[in-house]
Each structure stands twice: as structure tokens, then as C-alpha cells.
């Protein structure tokens, strides 16, 4: 089994920043790739941000030059920096991970708890 552990979510003003991580631990023989989806409410999920294995970045068009993407290979960790957060990035954020627990193995998608993120004065 592989788990998902997220932080740093929280409450900031509007301009403000925020830093969430995401550490994956248990049966990984390969991470192909680690992501941050976003639900807000009524909404439904989507991607934010991707990185592969190989380091190939994606954003959604509306967060793109706000947010950075970036992961520690050797901690099984994936960061998400946000900023010049804006009232419409509130969500809960989700970090997901496709994961291969062995060496013939196809990749599984794992899902992280999620955290809130609320940008609000």
C-alpha cells in the first residue's frame, strides 16, 4: 500500500502565499508522476499541476505563473508554492500520485486526504 500525507494548507489573504507538500511513503518501486487536483465547492475536481518522473511540468491555464510545481525525488515528496493567491483558488487541493509498486507492475493512482486552502480577507 502506498499513502499520501499533505500539509500546509490554510487560511491567507488575498496577494498571499502558500506552500503545500505531499509525501509518499509504503511499497513504491517508481513514482510516475505526482500531481495537485482542487475541488471548491459545487465544483468539480481538477488538475492544478503535474510532474513526471522524467520532470515534464503542467499547469491549468489559470494558475500558470502563480504557482510552481516541484518535487524531491529522494523524500517521495511533491511541493506545490502558490502565490499571488486570488479568492477563486479556495478549494480543498488534493496531491495524487501514480504509483508502481513493484517492477512489472502498471502504475496505480493514489489520492492524498486533502487540505483546505481558503484565501479570504
Known amino acids: 500500500q502506498v499513502q499520501l500525507v499533505e500539509s500546509g494548507g490554510g487560511l491567507v489573504q488575498p496577494g498571499g502565499s502558500l506552500r503545500l507538500s505531499c509525501a509518499a511513503s509504503g511499497s513504491i518501486f517508481r513514482i510516475n508522476h505526482m500531481a495537485w487536483y482542487r475541488q471548491a465547492p459545487g465544483k468539480e475536481r481538477e488538475l492544478v499541476a503535474l510532474i513526471t518522473s522524467g520532470g515534464s511540468i503542467n499547469y491549468v491555464d489559470s494558475v500558470t505563473g502563480r504557482f510552481t510545481i516541484s518535487k524531491d525525488n529522494a523524500k517521495n515528496t511533491v511541493y506545490l508554492q502558490m502565490n499571488s493567491l486570488k479568492a477563486e483558488d479556495t478549494a480543498v487541493y488534493y496531491c495524487?500520485?501514480?504509483?508502481?509498486?513493484?517492477?512489472?507492475?502498471?502504475?496505480?493512482?493514489?489520492w492524498g486526504q486533502g487540505t483546505q486552502v481558503t484565501v479570504s480577507s
Open positions: 495524487n500520485a501514480e504509483v508502481r509498486v513493484g517492477p512489472t507492475t502498471l502504475g496505480i493512482n493514489y
